[in-house]
């Protein structure tokens, strides 16, 4: 048997045990198959798979890093970001590694930003970039982080002084109501002491309106009573006043003559 044989034989030998210890190690098999069902999308079963290495390692197993870091990603894919972010700080404390830091501190920054946590995604990147400053793709999402969480500022400002407004106006409205309900009551206390003046004013206005038919009657019974007199009548009337105005010049003529007899000079006796 020649050199090149045996050595082939020594490889595959070596394969086949590293298959069968691979195989063997529930860690890796479970790591693999979750690996794959992530792959296709299929996130519950992936973590299920990643649960199930996680169960069966050992504390300090180098591998359990990576295991951790793609359980947050399973998890940032179902949504369960908090959990996310727990499982990604446990891969950083399970790490040596600042390259790996950097990366879970990365994804970490990234679960923040699912949640619209701006200054925590901030905080992330820049740990990210300290334990590696040429993450490029941490540089790039912590400037957008920071720009969002600007306009977030912005926006809860707006609508605490909308809030602000609301309430002003709330309160200007509710004093304005109260005025005008004070005023509403003034005006029935006045109303109500008009109100026997107004009836008796009516009262008096029924009255004339009463009165003024009455007197429209007399009237006309009037003017029918002259309409039906007749010429003589008339002439009758007329002849009465000329003798009253005829007595009065009679008395006044009296009159005058008795003031001149008084006045008349008294004849002068003589001695003779």
């Not at 990576?66 to 959990?83: A, F, P, R, V």
């Not at 990147?125 to 982080?145: F, I, R, S, V, W």
């Not at 304005?176 to 009262?203: A, C, I, L, R, V």
């Not at 009337?237 to 009253?244: D, F, G, N, P, V």
Request: with cysteine.
């Amino acid at each position: 048997m020649n050199t090149r044989k045996i050595f082939t034989l020594c490889l595959s030998f070596a394969a086949w045990l590293l298959m069968g210890f691979t195989w063997g190690d529930p860690l890796s098999r479970n790591t693999k198959k979750g690996n794959q069902l992530f792959e296709a999308g299929k996130y519950e079963e992936a973590l299920q798979a990643f649960t199930e290495a996680d169960v069966n390692s050992k504390p300090g197993d180098p591998r359990l890093p990576q295991l951790y870091q793609n359980m947050g990603n399973t998890l940032t894919k179902l949504g369960k970001i908090d959990e996310a972010i727990a499982m990604y700080k446990k891969a950083d404390d399970a790490s040596n590694s600042s390259a790996f830091k950097a990366d879970a501190q990365y994804n970490s920054g990234n679960a923040w930003m699912k949640q619209q946590q701006y200054q925590q995604a901030v905080e992330a990147y820049k740990q990210a970039l300290e334990l590696n400053p040429k993450h490029e793709q941490a540089q790039q999402n912590k400037e957008l982080a920071e720009k969002l969480l600007v306009q977030q500022q912005q926006e809860q400002q707006q609508k605490q002084q909308q809030q602000k407004n609301q309430q002003q106006n709330q309160q200007q409205n509710q004093q304005q109501q109260s005025s005008q309900d004070q005023q509403d009551k003034q005006d029935q206390k006045q109303e109500d002491k008009q109100q026997p003046q107004n009836q008796e004013q009516e009262q008096k206005q029924q009255e004339q309106q009463q009165q003024k038919p009455d007197e429209q009657q007399q009237a006309q019974e009037q003017q029918a009573a002259q309409a039906e007199q007749t010429p003589e009548d008339k002439e009758q009337q007329l002849s009465k006043e000329e003798a009253l105005r005829i007595l009065d010049a009679l008395k006044e003529k009296e009159e005058l003559h008795q003031q001149q007899r008084q006045v008349a000079p008294r004849p002068v006796e003589k001695d003779w």
